[in-house]
């Protein structure tokens, strides 16, 4: 599918985070038949490297390091998706906190960083800003149908460290919206990725089902929620690119309601589903044949009793945390979808792959990839 | 007429049965027909509306008296325009010039038509068509010109149709052929009673600008209906499920009727109803253009009965043995909660959509796509009526919380139950530790040998031994050494 967006976007982009799960999958799209030149920058350049583009290492809470990188690009256009892995629920106390430090220390005063350098070298027109739905959402109560109108959350509201610096340091971002010259701002917030190279959503329904917990479900599977193929999540950031771009073409400020820059936008597949249905959609991508007579399903209430005994049991053993917790009993119950009507009609975004073709082409792409080095037998054992 | 059946099953669905006394004794008509005042043609017109429709008749005569009696003869024209159609014993050459005219015989006086055949259930319509066009000319120019234009052009869709059908057993060939022939013998209605609605004054103008939702409204019942009658479609050699589906399934239209078919066929027909489905938000949008409660009772009550329908068919291969129908006793339920507001009609959309969610498989070649098309509905009926309000999602300052208030008291309420929660599992626990220990302490005094068991059990000797002796001589063993 040739992406007809990205040969309008002009000569050098720079792409933060360029080697990670989404970065990867953004490069490869703007490198799809066009005239600009792609260079990435993150903390080691040496897996996911595209052909065609410049490679960079720095680290982006590091101003020198930054600044030099940013002279030798010159970059016209900046989109930065560099975030820390977020850590699994099954980590313990320490590491939590570790982690909050972490989250803090590269989401929002690396972002600053990255904002501010761009801002001063004054090549910069357009700066692209990878935040999170989950900036919106406690982690925790229903969220239906949320649109841009939902504010961002901050503890204590916001019960997830990781949430809440994605969406301190997009309030950073769009505030710098016209501040430093014509350097214009958008960020945009993604819900629940998965794709090839994905590494958490995908790999651990496979571990499901590896690990024969098809035949459970937990809850009424009566909740929608929202799934994002990569794919266009990396379209909708070169589409918002774009958008800037052709803001900066206008000879006026637009309107309020036409405005896309120092804007956000949520971005979804527009396709929210029950949350079993994706599972059970992956699992039979990958050979599954349980059918819903043969499921057990526990609901919420008993599935949150079993979780806690569950808990206090591993806690008496030893402390480990085990394969059923409460929090994974309360995410899987919860309903969480979002409307994207604001980036179909301002950004002309839509999802370039449907949710089937989605998933069939990551499952090929995990399972070829098992087959290859013999993960997936690691992962049984 | 009461079956024996009937009461049988009602007996045992007593809900049902409150839902049918229930709507038969509350249900109030908007308006009311005024037969004192009718002309005689026009009482034969109404015998024959009940006699030909038995879902519609109800609906119709409850209509406000602006639209009582154009839309009255809207449905027989385009009943005795459908009985040419389907009419078997006519020859192409009779049939073709009679549909393409029959919207100028609508008004010509004293036209009817006695060549239907013998065995065509509403013959006598077109045999005393006089009534009808006797009524239509008294109807008011604007309306007539309306139903003449709809007559027309569906006219000439099923003069085509039959053609086709002539040359090509499969005329309804691609998805594209089957969305035409839905349009010509229904999302045309939906057009033609949309500009009847909006001329009146009775819906919101802005409907005729939407022609996707008219056309939404026609196609979803008629497609439903296409499901549910495909055993009397077999049985007719009539082809409706256009060749383009079922050939994914099966090699010959005929083979979706063979049990040694069966799932086969099921999975075809989930195509189909997600196919249908697909119209079912766009139906409730159009809905909210209705403002007079006639009118919306009218329009909703089908469109109702359509997604309880659809979840009728659904993954149900009695479809493929018999025809199916919704109970008399669920169909009153369904028309209480269609003659109030779009929200229980919303309401209804979802529950039934749930229910076909339930039973959607992941062996179904469809899944993915029906539980999309089951989201997309929920999504869309939560825009018009939003069950969260991001207003009242504000930041709550950090400051102390007064203990009086009754988030504090939640709070404390749920600390203590938590606390009580701890106890309780402590007593439990102690107890069941306390009375293991006793019952062991009694084993002991009572001569049970522990060291015994247990050196047993780990060498994963877990049934007692089978005889006396051999139990002995454990006990011997341990007790003398190895010998």
């Known amino acids: 599918m040739a992406n007809v967006r990205s040969s309008h976007l002009p000569s050098s982009v720079l792409v933060i985070g360029g080697c990670g799960f989404l970065g990867r999958h953004i490069v490869s799209q703007l490198l799809e038949p066009s005239t600009s030149t792609v260079s990435v920058l993150d903390l080691r350049t040496t897996n996911n490297r595209f052909p065609g583009a410049y490679y960079y290492d720095a680290d982006i809470t590091s101003p020198e390091a930054v600044r030099s990188v940013y002279e030798k690009v010159k970059p016209l256009i ?226 949150l009793q079993l979780a806690t005994v569950i808990e206090w049991l591993f806690w008496f053993a030893g402390g480990r945390t085990p394969n059923l917790t409460r929090q994974k009993v309360q995410y899987s119950c919860m309903t969480r979808y979002y409307c994207v009507n604001k980036a179909k009609k301002l950004l002309g975004y839509g999802p370039r792959w449907g949710m089937e073709e989605a998933i069939v082409r990551t499952v090929k792409w995990f399972q070829e990839r098992d087959a290859k080095d013999g993960v997936g037998k690691q992962v049984q054992q | 007429m009461v079956k024996t059946t009937d009461v049988l099953y009602y007996a045992v669905h007593v809900g049902e049965l409150r839902n049918i006394i229930q709507w038969q004794t509350w249900h109030q008509a908007v308006h009311e027909r005024r037969p004192e005042q009718e002309a005689p043609s026009l009482t034969i017109c109404f015998e024959f509306l009940d006699k030909t429709s038995r879902s519609f008749s109800a609906v119709i005569q409850e209509l406000h008296p602006e639209l009582l009696v154009p839309i009255t003869l809207f449905y027989l024209i385009l009943r005795g325009l459908d009985t040419i159609e389907d009419d078997m014993t006519l020859s192409l050459d009779e049939k073709t010039p009679l549909l393409r005219e029959f919207h100028k015989y609508t008004e010509k006086e004293g036209w009817n038509y006695k060549g239907s055949g013998p065995k065509e259930k509403d013959r006598e319509l077109l045999v005393q068509f006089q009534n009808v066009t006797e009524e239509f000319r008294k109807v008011k120019p604007a309306y007539r010109e309306i139903i003449k234009d709809i007559t027309l052009k569906m006219g000439n869709g099923m003069a085509d149709f039959c053609l086709k059908a002539e040359h090509d057993v499969n005329a309804v060939n691609t998805i594209e052929d089957y969305d035409l022939y839905c349009h010509y013998v229904a999302g045309l209605v939906g057009n033609g009673l949309t500009r009847l609605f909006v001329e009146s004054g009775l819906a919101n103008p802005i409907l005729l600008e939407r022609p996707q939702l008219q056309e939404s409204m026609g196609l979803f019942l008629q497609k439903t209906n296409i499901i549910r009658d495909i055993k009397e479609d077999l049985d007719d050699k009539r082809r409706f499920w256009p060749k383009e589906i079922w050939s994914k399934y099966v090699d010959k239209f005929e083979d979706l009727g063979k049990p040694d078919n069966r799932e086969a066929a099921l999975n075809c027909s989930s195509e189909m109803v997600l196919d249908s489905l697909n119209h079912a938000d766009q139906c409730l949008f159009y809905l909210a253009g209705l403002k007079e409660q006639s009118v919306f009772n009218f329009a909703a009550i089908p469109q109702s009965m359509a997604i309880a329908t659809l979840d009728l068919v659904f993954r149900n291969p009695k479809i493929f043995e018999k025809n199916i129908k919704i109970t008399k006793g669920e169909a009153c339920r369904i028309m209480m909660q269609s003659t109030q507001n779009l929200k229980l009609v919303c309401e209804v959309f979802r529950e039934f959509t749930r229910k076909i969610h339930k039973k959607n498989t992941p062996r179904d070649p469809n899944f993915l796509k029906i539980s999309i098309a089951c989201g997309k509905i929920e999504q869309f009926i939560e825009t018009i009526y939003p069950s969260q309000d991001p207003k009242s999602i504000v930041q709550e300052p950090a400051a102390p919380v007064d203990p009086t208030s009754k988030e504090a008291k939640d709070k404390a309420a749920a600390a203590e139950a938590k606390s009580d929660l701890i106890y309780m599992l402590i007593a439990v626990f102690g107890t069941l530790f306390l009375i293991s220990c006793v019952m062991l302490g009694i084993a002991y005094a009572f001569g049970a040998r522990f060291d015994v068991a247990f050196s047993e059990l780990t060498k994963g000797k877990l049934s007692k031994p089978t005889d006396a002796g051999a139990a002995q001589s454990i006990i011997h063993k341990y007790d003398h050494g190895e010998l």
């Open chain 1, 78 to 303: 900046i989109i930065h998706t560099a975030s820390p892995t977020a850590i699994q629920d099954n980590a313990s106390a320490a590491q939590k906190r570790g982690a909050k430090a972490l989250y803090h220390k590269v989401n929002v005063e690396g972002t600053m960083n990255l904002v501010e350098q761009a801002g001063k070298i004054g090549c910069v027109k357009a700066f692209v800003y990878t935040s999170s739905a989950s900036a919106i959402h406690d982690g925790y109560s229903d969220l239906i149908n949320a649109d841009e109108r939902w504010p961002i959350l901050r503890a204590p509201k916001q019960k997830d460290a990781y949430s809440e610096s994605k969406g301190i340091a997009e309030e950073l971002v769009l505030a710098a919206n016209r501040k430093y010259g014509d350097m214009l701002t958008i960020a945009l917030r993604p819900a629940g990725i998965f794709g090839e190279g994905d590494m958490q959503l995908i790999p651990n329904v496979l571990k499901a089902y590896q690990m024969g917990q098809t035949k459970f479900q937990l809850g009424g599977n009566e909740n929608l929620f929202d799934f994002t193929y990569v794919g266009n999540v990396a379209y909708a950031h070169i589409l918002a690119a774009v958008a800037l771009m052709d803001t900066h073409a206008l000879t006026t400020q637009p309107l309020d309601h036409e405005k896309v820059d120092g804007e956000a936008f949520l971005i979804t597949n527009a396709q929210p589903l029950c949350f079993w249905d994706f599972a059970r959609m992956v699992w039979a991508a990958a050979g599954d044949k349980t059918s819903p007579e043969q499921v057990w399903t526990i609901d919420k209430g008993l599935g």
